[in-house]
């Protein structure tokens, strides 16, 4: 569950700022802020209006932006945090060896 | 005694046929047959020559060649004081009628697109076995309207398996291991919790192609909260990493539409889950 913000339009924002408000979902556990400003999300009870006049009721989560993209960009996010934690557990690794050398 | 024929040639196609020279040509149909030689440029014409299929064959007198040759000789057009144009855009590959409850027109193949001309002011209906029906109101003289119908993925028992595959709890089922089933009838499919806690699935047994149709629709009777999904992948279906988009329905007694935007989706498995309720239609416009 993490907290998200929404602005008048459903679109969703990463951080807080004037005019959101903010959201608790469990829809974007794990995905990166490109991913999460690409969506809309319509809280249950509120109804939202497409601009071609097609109603749409809560609760809704639907991409706005090419989802394709979205995902791109999550792919590149998640990649990025393997190789964070890849290098983490090397360098606790080496730590580890130093220490037992050092026995 | 001096008869009068009437000029035939004046009225029928005309058909040119080239071919070596001095070969003999023989149009025939219906058990009617015209023949001509081929002069010294190859060519042998037959004028006065009714609509139809006419098969065309020559000789050389060792050699004979023959293929069907279509002839439009008659063409038609409606008039009236009224006409208005009803642009449809359609599922190709399926028929399509127009009607105002009095009249009803064809489609004149299944293209997917028709430009319906009607005569009449009043309400037409325009239907397709593939989509849900439409209405449009036409009212004025010389009035051009648009509709384009949506794709159905699921209507009162028909699983439309050319874009759907078909319809499946396979890959749909949570990850909670209380039982749960779904279960096809004739008109719909219902989903009933048979103990425990979670919610069962079904949805489409391939991915689909969403061409552009940017609304995913439903009618559910939502025994308890039904939710619409679009996903990436088939299984976990209750994963969120691989749900594109989604949509709750309030738990009803009463049938119910539910709409989810798709249009930033080009395509993805289309699945409905719950912990009871059932499915009449599933589409896409």
């Known amino acids: 569950m993490k907290t998200i913000y929404i602005d008048s339009d459903f679109k969703c924002h990463a951080a807080s700022a004037d005019g959101l408000t ?10 990166c802020d490109t991913y999460i400003e690409g969506y809309r999300y319509v809280p249950a009870g509120q109804t ?25 960009a999550q792919q590149g996010y998640e990649q990025g945090q393997l190789a964070a934690v890849s290098e983490q557990l090397s360098e606790l690794d080496a730590a580890y060896k130093e220490g037992v050398d050092s026995l | 005694m001096i008869f009068n024929a009437p000029n035939s ?11 070596p020279a001095g070969v003999t040509v023989t149009l025939t149909k219906d058990g009617k047959t015209k023949t001509k030689t081929a002069g010294s440029d190859g060519v042998a014409v037959f004028k006065g020559l009714a609509s139809g299929t006419w098969t065309v064959t020559i000789t050389d007198g060792n050699q004979t060649a023959s293929k069907p040759v279509v002839i439009t000789a008659d063409y038609s057009t409606i008039m009236a004081f009224f006409s208005a144009t009803i642009n449809v855009t359609y599922p190709s590959g399926s028929t399509c009628t127009a009607t105002d409850g009095t009249t009803t ?16 002011a009043g309400t037409w209906t325009i239907a397709c076995p593939a989509s849900p ?5 036409i009212t004025e003289n010389g009035q051009t309207a648009s509709v384009a119908l949506g794709i159905y993925l699921y209507n009162n028992g028909a699983e439309f398996e050319s874009v759907t595959g078909g319809w499946s709890t396979d890959g749909y089922k ?21 103990g425990g806690v979670g919610v069962g699935g079904i949805g489409t047994v391939n991915t689909v192609g969403f061409g552009g149709k940017t609304t995913l629709k439903a009618v559910v009777t939502p025994t308890a909260k039904m939710t619409l ?10 994963g969120t990493g691989n749900m594109l ?12 539409t539910v709409s989810l935007s798709v249009g930033a989706i080009e395509n993805g498995y289309v699945g409905i889950d719950g912990d009871n309720g059932k499915i009449h239609s599933v589409w896409l416009e």
Not at chain 1, 22 to 31: N, R
Not at chain 2, 9 to 19: M, N
Not at chain 2, 229 to 236: E, I, R
């Open chain 2, 174 to 194: 949570t990850s909670y291991p209380w039982p749960w089933q779904a279960t096809k009838y004739d008109n719909y499919v219902e989903i009933t919790f048979i």
């Open chain 2, 229 to 238: 999904k679009v996903l990436q992948a088939k299984s976990p279906a209750d």
């Open chain 2, 105 to 120: 027109l064809t489609a004149p193949d299944t293209s997917g697109t028709w430009a319906c001309e009607v005569q009449n």
């Open chain 2, 9 to 19: 040639a004046a009225s029928g196609g005309t058909l040119t046929v080239t071919a």
């Open chain 1, 22 to 31: 903010a959201v608790e979902t469990d829809a974007f556990d794990g995905k």
């Open chain 2, 245 to 256: 988009a989604r949509v709750d329905v309030a738990a009803s007694v009463d049938q119910t």
């Open chain 2, 133 to 137: 029906s439409q209405s449009v109101a």
């Open chain 1, 48 to 72: 939202w209006t497409r601009s071609d006049g097609v109603v749409f009721m809560g609760e809704m989560v639907a991409p706005w932006k090419p989802w394709a993209e979205l995902d791109a």
